[in-house]
């Protein structure tokens, strides 16, 4: 089974596979928590397009890029 983005793709941005699970972790919700407010229906899931940011070099392990809105 192959899988896409292949994960040495992803390790050369994020170098630490648990910290890859917590990028895109972080980054899903986000891109969830945007289409909620936003009121918008997803057609690929959050998680997908978490990891193909992280692939494409858009998200890094950067605590900059990975923060999350505080949410009251």
Known sequence: MMLYPAMNKLTANVPNRY???N???RRA???AQEAEDA???M???PVTL???EVAEGK???AASD???KDVE
């Open 59 to 61: 998200i890094s392990a």
């Open 66 to 68: 990975i923060t999350i």
């Open 39 to 41: 009121g918008e229906k």
């Open 29 to 31: 919700r986000q891109i």
């Open 19 to 21: 910290l890859l699970v």
């Open 50 to 52: 978490a990891i193909h």
């Open 23 to 25: 990028v895109v972790a």
């Open 43 to 45: 057609d690929a899931k």
